[in-house]
């Protein structure tokens, strides 16, 4: 396995390019005292005076990724012939369902298979970590992933596989707590080899199911 280039992962941050399109903090404020007006709530009132700030600043973390492009954490890579799986399991994230703006969290599993281009294993958590900064739904989200390991590496496979719980099923709606939301995206080799996918597959589920 080729070695990662990143310093200690639990000590230094997540490179992160400029951002081009800062968030309107402002804007947002205006928005939620809005909503707190709208529901019968009083916006001035003390608990809720800096509420607007709080949900501002959060908006901008969790959508963080709409002014990052992972692509740059999959650009440096090593030149190895190494042709056979790569698997990194349960990549834990959280994200926000775009239908009704309540989170989605839960795990990624990602594979692939090398055409000579190996990349530090960090990299891999990195763009889980942009890609689910956004509003979006989670078969939005597992095929891009597996689309820019396949444009950026020329992988002879790939496969993304993500587990998830969703907020807007678990605490509004149906309700239904504990329900889990599984959804993959394989291509090339695992995609068009029966036995290939059933490797990664059993690589990430054997022995736990």
């Known amino acids: 396995m080729a070695p990662?280039?990143?310093?200690?992962?639990?000590?230094?941050?997540a490179p992160h390019a400029p951002d081009p399109h800062p968030v309107d903090l402002p804007r947002i404020e205006r928005a939620v005292r809005?909503?707190?007006?709208?529901?019968g709530e009083d916006p001035q009132r003390e608990g809720l005076l800096e509420t607007p700030a709080r949900v501002a600043r959060m908006y901008a973390e969790l959508f963080?990724?709409?002014h990052a492009d992972p692509r740059t954490h999959l650009r440096k890579f090593f030149r190895e012939q190494y042709d056979e799986l790569v698997l990194v399991r349960d990549i834990s994230f959280n994200s926000m369902c775009e239908h009704h703006l309540l989170p989605f969290m839960g795990t990624a599993h990602i594979?692939?298979?090398?055409?000579?281009?190996?990349?530090g294993l960090s990299k891999l958590a990195r763009v889980v970590e942009v890609v689910s900064k956004r509003p979006q739904v989670q078969e939005r989200m597992t095929e891009t992933i597996a689309n820019l390991l396949m444009e950026e590496l020329n992988a002879k496979g790939v496969a993304v596989v993500v587990e998830a719980t969703h907020s807007c099923m678990t605490i509004r709606g149906i309700r239904k707590p504990g329900s889990l939301c599984v959804t993959?995206?394989?291509k090339g080799l695992f995609r068009a080899n029966l036995s290939s996918r059933s490797e990664v597959m059993t690589l990430i589920y054997g022995g736990r199911r």
Request: proline share 13%; aromatic share 4%.
């Open 111 to 119: 594979g692939y298979i090398p055409d000579g281009k190996v990349l």
């Open 64 to 66: 963080s990724g709409l």
């Open 184 to 186: 993959s995206a394989m």
């Open 34 to 39: 809005e909503i707190l007006a709208a529901v």
């Open 4 to 13: 990662d280039p990143d310093l200690d992962p639990d000590t230094s941050p």
